[in-house]
Every structure is written in C-alpha cells, then in structure tokens.
C-alpha cells in the first residue's frame, strides 16, 4: 500500500448495526459511518438479501445492455430527488460523480469558467480538484481543466458581483461536509439560484456527503426549497457499495447522446441493486423522520463537556469544540465511540448511520459529558 492514509488504533474484523467489532473484541460505535457511506449500517438484511441475491443471478454487465435493476434505480432516485431533476447518469464515486458534472457544465453553456464556495471540497480529480478550496497544495495536475474562483461562503454580495454570463456553473454542497459541517445559509442559496439561472449558468449541488437521507430529507437542498440544474451523489447512495449518480432535468439532458458520457462499472447491476435496497429501506423503515428525530436529541444533549454549539443538519453535523477536535476524537474513541475530524481543526464530524438510534446519542452524551475540561 502506498503509505497515504493514517490509520486509527484499531483494526474492524466485522460489523453489525451501528457497531464495528475489532480484531481485539472491542466493540465501537461508529458515528462516522465510513466517512457518511454506511446509511444503513452494517448487515441490514434488505441490502445484503439485495447483493446476495443479485450477485447470484448477474454479477456484471456493462451499459452496452439494458437492465432492469438499473431502470428501477434510477426510477426510485429521480423520485426521490428535487421535482424537475428527471434524469440519471450512474457512476462509481463522488468525484467521479462531480467530474461529469462540471463536463457537462461546459458543454451545456459552451463557457470555461467555474465558480466554487470558499471552503467546500469536491474530490482529488482533475476537475472535482480544480472546484476544492485550497488544492494547490496536493492537486499535481499541470493545468487545471478551466478557469476557477471561489465566492465567499454566505457573501451574497459577492455571489452577485461574480456569477456573470461568462460562467458555465457553480457547483455548490448545500452543508459542507469536510469543512466541518458547515450549513450554508437559505438566502446565499436562493442567490446562487437566482443569479445562475439568470446568467445561463448551471447551479450544481454536490450532495456526495449531504444527500440520500443525511439531512432528514433524501437531499439537502429540498430543506432549502431549492431545485439544482445539476445533483451529484455518492457515499450513502449505495451503502457500501462504491455507487454515485448524476441527475438533471431535461433542458441539461438534450445536450448528451450516445456516446456524449461514459463508464465501465457505473450502474452495474449489483451497484443499482443495493442503491434500489438503500432507497426501499429508507422509505419503508421511515428513517428520514429517525435522522430528523436523533439530529433534535444531539443537539439538546450533547452541547456538553468540549462541545460549545453544533452546526450542520441531519447526521451530518459538526460538533464545534473548545480545544482541537483530533483530542476529542481520540477521547471519544477511549469511550469505544469512532467519530471524524474536518478541516476545520476545532470540529468533530457525526456522520452516523440514518439507523441511529436514541441509546447512541445517549452514549455519546455521557462520554462527552466526561471528557475533563481543556484546562484540567
């Protein structure tokens, strides 16, 4: 392995629910969810019958064929999406996800020049990269695909001033997740809306780490009342099964054909079956209610202990700390609790599964509550 990853001090050898069992026998409550991908936890029997099922009857085929699991997939996410996004392009990650999309920005408008939010992040690819806050210092590439600039994260003023008719999009993740958390504001949001459909931009909503579910509804911009030329998810969408989606509406779908777009594994069958399980078991277990239920609980319990307030929404929230977030992450971790740090160096990220469930967040209180103060 390439020596790129630093590693927690513990090693999962199985997982059940909320819990990962170590090669030790500890058993930790993962509130991180595999960085927001576990949304149903582990071995939820629709999802695994779903993949035991599908991979015993067709493991692979490529897009040069029609599947029936892949037209209900994408059936259940265009339904489940913002009204007026009626079309999917199914890939394998988030920056893949996020790549085609700029793409199809610039060939949509026929412009180079990309508009991004201060903060946000969007991938390590050549595009999803060039879109990040503060790339350069591992982007690699010798030129990036088109021209960039960042507006100030809730400068409304700013936003007004920069998306012109020179811009082909802005893409935008409606809580910015490795920020910490950070829940942009409705009104700078209805701004990027109104200022992009008024220039002939395309406004892009990266929900890789917000959307199917995290936000107590199956995307965040449905919160905000805001409908997106353009939406992007992963993560969750498959629930361990490398899966991410394009969707749009029609007036963006008339400019591709066959052969404008392309993939290999994206909307194989065995990634199409779990997204169908992922979005059957959300609906049918009413888990956005239980996201928006857990997401009231923590936030009336756990300001405690390091924690002085909470941002974000859903499960998708940042626990903003008095002292550096990676001590909290490791005291908690003590407490057989796993959850994730941000770039910003004072927030502790929840990323739990939407299965949550109120003896966790009760869990979490306590551990909190016994962490002793920064200065003791």
């Known amino acids: 392995m390439l020596p790129v990853y630093g590693h927690l001090p513990f090693v999962p050898v199985r997982a059940a629910g909320c819990d990962i069992i170590t090669d030790d026998g500890r058993r930790i409550l993962d509130l991180y969810g595999g960085h927001a991908v576990a949304a149903l936890g582990y071995g939820h029997p629709r999802l695994v019958e779903a993949i035991r099922r599908q991979s015993g009857n067709l493991l692979f085929q490529s897009n040069a064929v029609a599947l029936d699991v892949r037209a209900t997939a994408a059936e259940k996410l265009v339904a489940a999406a913002p009204e007026g996004l009626t079309r999917a392009f199914f890939v394998n990650s988030g920056a893949e996800a996020n790549e085609n999309a700029l793409r199809m920005a610039c060939v949509a408008t026929g412009r180079r020049k990309v508009l991004a939010i201060a903060h946000g992040f969007h991938g390590r690819t050549a595009a999803a990269g060039a879109v990040t806050w503060n ?205 994730g740090t941000s770039a910003d160096p004072n927030v502790v990220r929840i990323l739990a599964p939407l299965v949550l469930a109120s003896g966790h967040v009760e869990h979490l209180a306590q551990a909190l509550e016994s962490i002793p103060p920064a200065d003791a």
């Open 135 to 339: 790339s350069d210092g591992w982007y690699g590439f010798p030129a990036k695909p088109f021209d960039v600039d960042f507006i100030p994260r809730d400068d409304v003023g700013q936003a007004i001033e920069m998306i012109q008719d020179d811009v082909a999009g802005v893409i935008v993740e409606p809580v910015q997740g490795v920020a910490g958390a950070y829940d942009l504001a409705t009104g700078f949001l209805e701004c990027l809306r109104e200022q992009t459909r008024r220039h002939g931009a395309l406004l892009i909503a990266d929900e890789v780490q917000s959307g199917i579910g995290r936000s107590g509804q199956y995307f965040a911009v449905q919160t905000q009342g805001i409908v997106p030329d353009v939406l992007t998810s992963a993560k969750s969408l498959g629930g361990g099964i490398p899966a991410g989606a394009v969707l749009c509406g029609e007036p963006v779908a008339a400019h591709f054909g066959p052969g404008s777009l392309g993939t290999t594994f994206g909307g194989g069958p065995l990634a199409a079956a779990a997204i169908v399980a992922v979005l059957e078991a959300i609906e049918s277990e009413a888990l956005l209610g239980n996201v928006r239920e857990r997401e009231i609980q923590i936030r009336e319990h756990c300001v405690t202990g390091p924690v002085r307030k909470i941002q974000g929404s859903g499960l998708l929230l940042g626990l903003v700390c008095d002292r550096p977030a990676r001590e909290v992450r490791d005291a908690l971790l003590e407490h057989d609790i796993l959850t």
